[in-house]
Nanobody, 121 residues
């Protein structure tokens, strides 16, 4: 069982930035960030693979950057130009259970507990 621990969430005004971190108990080629706003379905935000290829949801392209430090088994999500609609619980996820697209939340095996991001207007 892989353990994932997120940190770095908080409250920020629109236009601000936050950096989320996810410390994993082991290395995994595929890691990603998923968010869920109240009353909405989970949304895949960004995924990075072992080859350091990255994928982004259209809603965050150009504003968010996913990166990883393989020596520390840590993945980051740098979020710039934040908007109120980015408000959500952000989850780190890892692994691949099959099916779906590269960003699909349903394709991830392991999940963290989440960290809240709130963006005020």
């Amino acid at each position: 069982q892989m353990r994932l621990v997120e940190s770095g969430g908080g409250s920020v005004e629109a236009g601000g930035s936050l950096r989320l971190s996810c410390a994993a108990s082991a290395w995994n080629a595929r890691m990603g960030w998923i968010r869920q706003a109240p009353g909405k379905e989970r949304e895949g935000v960004a995924t990075t693979t072992g080859g350091n290829t990255t994928y982004y949801a259209d809603s965050v392209k150009g504003r968010f950057t996913v990166s990883r430090d393989n020596d520390k088994n840590t993945v980051y999500l740098q979020m710039n130009s934040l908007k109120p609609e980015d408000t959500a619980m952000y989850y780190c996820a890892a692994g691949y259970r099959g099916g779906g697209s590269v960003l699909s939340p349903d394709t991830f095996l392991y999940w963290g507990q989440g960290t809240q991001v709130t963006v005020s207007s």
